[in-house]
Nanobody, 123 residues
Framework: QVQLVESGGGLVQAGGSLRLSCAAS????????MGWFRQAPGKEREFVAA????????SYADSVKGRFTISRDNAKTTAYLQMNSLKPEDTAVYYC????????????????WGQGTQVTVSS
């Protein structure tokens, strides 16, 4: 299995930026499709972005398109989420996840999850 550890969360003002990292260990990172999800208090976990194994194909939730960018560095076994123009409604715990099959936006399709990192955007 693969172990995932997120970092880079914090408190930022609206309009600011953060870059989240997801460090993977265990199995071969380049075999996995990677996704980012988030969960706000009292809400269900929702899809944010996903990236293919080679980094060429990506997918985004409509709410973050044009503001967030997902990427990966297979040599460093790390996935990233660059978040720009942050809004208070982006406040949530952000999770990275991995799966062996194709790109997916469904929480239930991912097999491995990190522990999450808190992102708080103040107005």
């Amino acid at each position: 299995q693969v172990q995932l550890v997120e970092s880079g969360g914090g408190l930022v003002q609206a309009g600011g930026s953060l870059r989240l990292s997801c460090a993977a260990s265990g199995r071969t990172f380049s075999n996995y499709y990677m996704g980012w999800f988030r969960q706000a208090p009292g809400k269900e976990r929702e899809f944010v972005a996903a990236i293919s194994r080679n980094g060429i194909s990506t997918s985004y939730a409509d709410s973050v398109k044009g503001r967030f960018t997902i990427s990966r560095d297979n040599a460093k076994t790390t996935a990233y989420l660059q978040m720009n123009s942050l809004k208070p409604e982006d406040t949530a715990v952000y999770y990275c996840a991995a799966r062996l099959q194709q790109l997916s936006s469904s929480v239930r399709d991912y097999d491995y999850w990190g522990q999450g990192t808190q992102v708080t955007v103040s107005s």
